[in-house]
């Protein structure tokens, strides 16, 4: 079976829409989401509505749960001084503007999705199991090994980082698609990828959208125009944009 991964998009309709136009040309048989529909972007809505079109599965992201249940915070951990305003200003933008319907969809997001595929039990998390922003990158081996332990899955579909990766830890492998709505590497483009559950081969793709419909949108709300220039550059804080 080829799956179509991804995660993060983050209010961003116009990245969705071109992800999932390329996997549909990649002609994957079932896309699943590993979390964080909204926040950053300027089109929460829109983003809920096409997955509830298409019927792609989802697990909740931190941003998901904070907007669902009107939570202070979406993350344990504050950003730097600069950027933890951007990041306040984009999670209360939202929790705005949700309807009261996607709100609903948010709070029904399971932390947790199984399914057996090709004879193999594949999880989707957004992060850890026991913290929505919990940091799982391949140099953390211990945490990797430590979550296959508890999950016994052959196939960990993960979020969360925005960070691209594939990395076997014992009889697991770990899958990060990457965002598809707010890169953090410096390149804009969004990030998917493709799993063949039988080989178990990923491809991790980039692919490119047009960004000024998106930077359209934040300019035009409420939200700090700095948000639009994190996504723009694609940088993880404020600080790191030389403009």
């Known amino acids: 079976m080829r799956l179509g991964l991804i995660a993060d998009i983050h209010g961003n309709i116009e990245a969705l829409d071109a992800v999932l136009q390329h996997l549909e040309q990649h002609a994957v048989d079932m896309i699943l989401c590993a979390g964080d529909l909204v926040a950053y972007g300027a089109t929460p809505n829109q983003v809920i509505r096409k ?5 792609i ?7 998901d749960d904070a ?11 504050a950003s730097s001084a600069r950027n933890e305003p951007l990041k306040q ?22 932390w947790q999705l199984s399914y057996q595929l090709d004879g193999k039990r594949l999880v989707v ?11 799982l990158v ?24 925005h960070r691209a990766f594939s990395q076997q830890v014992g009889d697991t492998l770990f899958i990060n698609p990457g965002a598809v709505g707010r890169s953090l590497d410096g390149d804009p483009r969004a990030s998917c990828a ?5 080989t178990l081969i990923s491809q991790h793709q980039r692919v ?18 700095e948000i639009g220039v994190l996504i723009k550059h694609a940088a993880r804080r404020i600080e790191e944009v030389h403009t």
């Open 51 to 55: 997955l509830k079109d298409q019927g």
């Open 208 to 225: 490119s959208y047009d960004l000024a419909p998106t930077l359209n949108a934040i300019y035009k709300s409420s939200m700090p125009r």
């Open 89 to 110: 200003a984009a999670l209360d933008w939202t929790k705005k503007v949700i309807r009261p319907a996607n709100k609903q969809f948010l709070k029904q997001l399971p």
């Open 138 to 161: 391949p140099e953390d081996d211990a945490l990797l090994q430590r979550t296959a332990t508890r999950l016994a899955a052959d196939i960990v579909v993960l979020g969360h980082t």
């Open 57 to 63: 599965p989802s697990v909740a992201g931190n941003y």
């Open 194 to 198: 493709v799993l063949d559950t039988n």
């Open 67 to 77: 907007v669902a249940w009107d939570k202070a915070k979406a993350s344990r951990k």
């Open 125 to 135: 998390l957004h992060a850890g199991l026991d913290y929505l922003d919990e940091w």
